[in-house]
């Protein structure tokens, strides 16, 4: 049979669907005889896009600002989940002496003794996770399960450092930067521009502002003897990592940076920065001495770390309740503690 032509097709096209026979779209003309083979899909790119897609199996996962609060405070296990309260006990000594005399029953100490008590916050979420669900992730290279577990570990942590940073609210538990035993926190130095906060201060003002804190802590603890505190004791000074910026001024002449006069002036100091010292009333700052005459200034305290609880299993579905019990943090020297705010 002859070639049609494209105006020839058109029209047989035509009748074609008048009597029921429809032509797929990919078919635009006749070229070879009657009888031939006419395509009869779409036409298309080849092979899918998924064929020439690469899963890489390394996992990015979304960063968080690190929990700061036990590497200022260190951390301590305090009795058991099912307790409701923490006692710390505490002892004070007194007492005077007379002029000897061998039938002279005169003087005495006592010692005075109390309790401080820390209420118990128990929290928890839930781990959950599909047969179905895990299955497609796991197409992807995504061990979905693990990932789960990982992010419990992680919400249960990072709920525990807001604790022991705020404590809650409602109950006998406190943190480290609401505890209300601890002093009035000092009002920066107006440098000689009239200038409060760091930024708009010069290297030397800043370095003052330190100096003060020293300066506060000191006159609180009232020259405790022994190994007390001077500029050798293992000092810590806590900011934001904002105020940490102007706390590396530089000056321009000498070439010193706030930080290096710091440490060469305190040579155990340790620098801790944590985003919580960014707070409503302004930059924070806190000097805190570790410990005086062995005795620790304070710990974040938990009773359960994470508790794991079973397994549920369902038709199709797994879920497991995570918890964790803490006291906040327990300062127990508040007197080694000094403030600075507005910075």
Request: aromatic share 10%.
């Amino acid at each position: 049979m002859a070639k049609l032509s494209q105006t020839d097709f058109s029209a047989f096209r035509n009748m074609a669907a008048q009597r029921g026979v429809i032509f797929p779209r990919s078919v635009s003309k006749l070229a070879l005889a009657m009888d031939a083979a006419l395509p009869a899909l779409e036409v298309n790119g080849g092979i899918p896009a998924i064929v020439s897609t690469y899963l890489d199996p390394e996992i990015i996962r979304i960063l968080f600002t690190p929990n700061k609060a036990t590497e200022i405070m260190g951390e301590k296990k305090k009795g058991a989940w099912a307790q409701d309260t923490v006692m710390i006990q505490g002892v004070e000594v007194s007492g005077d002496v007379s002029a000897y005399g061998d039938n002279d029953e005169t003087g005495g100490v006592q010692v005075t003794s109390n309790w401080a008590d820390r209420q118990a916050y128990r929290f928890q979420t839930m781990t959950t996770w599909g047969e179905l669900e895990q299955e497609r992730y796991g197409l992807a290279l995504l061990p979905y399960v693990a990932e789960k577990q990982r992010a419990t570990a992680q919400i249960i942590n990072t709920a525990m450092n807001r604790f022991y940073f705020y404590g809650v609210e409602g109950l006998r538990n406190w943190g480290i930067l609401n505890e209300p035993n601890l002093p009035a926190p000092l009002v920066p130095q107006a440098n000689s521009n009239g200038k409060i906060i760091w930024k708009d201060k010069e290297v030397i003002d800043i370095y003052n502002d330190i100096l003060a804190l020293y300066g506060d802590l000191v006159a609180r603890t009232k020259g405790i003897i022994g190994d007390g505190i001077d500029m050798a004791s293992p000092l810590k000074l806590c900011m934001s990592p904002t105020s940490s910026v102007y706390f590396k001024r530089a000056n321009e002449i000498v070439g010193n940076t706030v930080e290096k006069m710091v440490r060469e002036t305190f040579p155990n100091m340790k620098f801790e920065f944590a985003p919580q010292y960014d707070t409503d009333s302004g930059e924070l700052v806190q000097m805190i001495c570790e410990s005086v005459q062995g005795q620790d200034v304070g710990y974040c305290c938990f009773s359960e770390k994470m508790r794991n609880h079973p397994v549920i299993t369902g038709a199709s579905s797994w879920k497991q309740k995570v918890s964790a019990a803490t006291y906040g943090t327990v300062i127990t020297q508040p007197m080694l503690f000094a403030q600075m705010i507005g910075v």
